[in-house]
């Protein structure tokens, strides 16, 4: 009999750890970490007062105080001005443009929503030890304070990386993310109109390229990005109606990358095995691959149904014969220097 509650607790363990391995809790077992009350903490409370002191002598103020909900450690939430934190000295370094351009969309927002994690460092100094580019965002937008999460565990500070492993969104998720909230603004805000929205949008091509990737996940979009950002813009039509307008223009699209498909079947076919077999054909059936912008202009060199109707010629008429090793050599040394320049 032991030996068998002794098994039947082996597999209870086991299934209590496969189901913790894919982010499940196993059947009957209790939800982990601190109830509703035991999280609150009264913001006068012993167990935060240092840290409050440590804000009041750096110019800020107490917010509020909690229990982390796993760990059970104190936090404070507070105001903090912004020269009294600095990031950790180990921290990646800065990159401008980014802060220039997180702080261009927290100002669109007109919101900053993300509490810095703050830690005592060295000789009491207030040190943030993943907060580098929002920290920078707060001085470009002339922030005088700035809210942060304040923890007394110092050692969180060389922990934090372990804790950055939310995944950067793709072009995929992106598009799919931003025609998921486009559609659920036409719900609600139909009658609005799709530039209106623009800042949430982020940028038309994303909408087009959403209609696509929910009917083909696979859909190789990267390879036509470089088209609609030259020809795709926001509407100044209602959502509704824009909404279906794109309809349109994504399943056109489709239909051409079905002919794309098709001609690199072909090329595959008289022996060219080149991985940039795509971005080459597409390059050779983009109808403005050629136009260069001119500085404030924000005009498309041609309307988005023009240039599909072109780019849809082009593919019907393509000729697998014109096709080169030398050609397909200069596409590879194009691909590798747009890699360079985004790293």
């Known amino acids: 009999m032991a030996t ?19 982010g499940r809790l196993a059947p009957g077992r209790l939800a982990r970490g601190l109830d509703a009350a035991e999280v609150a903490i009264a913001i006068d409370s012993p167990a935060v007062a240092p840290l409050a002191a440590l804000v009041r002598e750096a110019g800020g103020a107490a917010i509020g105080a909690y229990h982390e909900p796993l760990g059970g450690r104190t936090l404070l ?31 669109e927002t007109a919101a900053f929503l993300d509490p810095l994690i703050v830690v005592r460092g060295e000789d009491g100094r207030l040190w943030t030890p993943n907060g580098r580019h929002r920290l920078a965002a707060g001085k470009v937008l002339g922030l005088k304070q700035i809210t942060a999460l304040i923890s007394p565990d110092e050692s969180l500070a060389y ?18 993310e931003v025609i998921r909230m486009a559609r659920n603004l036409a719900k609600r805000r139909g009658r609005e109109r799709e530039d209106a929205y ?13 209609i696509v990737y929910e009917k083909s996940p696979r859909f190789a979009g990267g390879a036509y990005s470089a088209f609609l950002k030259k020809v795709d813009r926001f509407s100044e039509r209602t959502l509704a109606v824009s909404l279906r307008q794109r309809e349109d223009h994504a399943a056109r699209l489709t239909e051409i990358d079905a002919r794309v498909k098709g001609i690199i079947a072909t090329l595959q076919a008289r022996g060219f095995k080149s991985p940039y077999l795509r971005n080459y054909v597409v390059a050779r059936i983009n109808p403005v691959r050629f136009h260069k912008a001119k500085k404030g202009d924000t005009q498309p060199p041609m309307p988005l149904a023009q240039a599909l109707t072109r780019m849809a010629a082009s593919a019907r008429n393509f000729n697998p014969g014109s096709v080169s090793n030398s050609d397909l050599a200069w ?12 790293g």
């Open 4 to 22: 068998r509650s002794h098994s039947a607790a082996a597999r209870t363990r086991s299934a209590a750890a496969r189901s913790a391995r894919r």
């Open 77 to 107: 939430l507070a105001s903090l001005p912004l020269n009294a934190l600095q990031p950790t000295p180990f921290q990646r370094d800065l990159s401008p443009t980014h802060a220039k351009r997180l702080a261009a969309k927290i100002d």
């Open 159 to 176: 922990r934090i990386l372990a804790l950055n492993t939310e995944k950067a969104h793709n072009l995929k998720d992106r598009s799919l």
């Open 198 to 210: 623009a800042a949430e949008f982020e940028a038309a091509e994303l909408l087009t390229l959403g």
């Open 331 to 342: 596409v590879a040394v194009g691909a590798g220097a747009g890699d360079q320049g985004s």
